[in-house]
């Protein structure tokens, strides 16, 4: 077994990223299926950084980071395969976000839906804050919970 690789995205890693995010959680739970998928990732997106974490040759998570929001960056899609949780490739590729986010601003923001315990658990782990609850933003009756990890205001104050 090979250390992980964290990397940009590419065109070559679209069907690999769409089965990973169709076939597991909560992106099911949610009713995200194959063709929105299909459909977020043609073309790849703009304005955005993608990137995988690959184990031994195969794709085992996703991110993705939309620029500038909040006095930060937004981690608008994280994405772990069901076989490689539980593995510190989540982690990895979270660590690699964080390192390009905090090199440039203070803050990275990201959601977790409330009924998802595992993932709020990984976040949790990771020093993220939650920040409150979004009711109904994609599904009824459930929340997204507004998350933020920082390294410091963005201004100090002077006396």
């Not at 995205?9 to 299909?38: C, F, H, N």
Request: charged content about 25%; glycine content about 10%; overall charge positive.
């Amino acid at each position: 077994m090979t250390d992980p690789i964290v990397r940009p995205m590419t065109e070559q890693d679209r069907t690999a990223v769409i089965a990973l995010l169709a076939g597991s959680d909560p992106w099911k739970r949610l009713g995200y299926q194959t063709q929105d998928w299909d459909n977020y990732f043609t073309p790849l997106p703009r304005g955005r950084d993608s990137y995988v974490v690959e184990q031994d040759g195969t794709v085992a998570g996703i991110a993705v980071v939309r620029r500038k929001f909040l006095l930060g960056d937004y981690l608008e899609l994280f994405g772990v395969a069901d076989w490689a949780r539980g593995k510190g490739l989540g982690g990895r590729l979270l660590a690699h976000i964080e390192g390009r986010v905090f090199a440039k601003a203070q803050n990275l923001f990201a959601c977790v839906s409330d009924f998802n315990e595992q993932g709020r658990h990984f976040y949790k782990q990771q020093g993220y804050q939650e920040i409150g609850p979004i009711p109904n933003l994609l599904i009824q009756d459930s929340a997204e919970i507004l998350l933020r990890k920082t390294s410091g205001p963005a201004r100090t104050s002077k006396n």
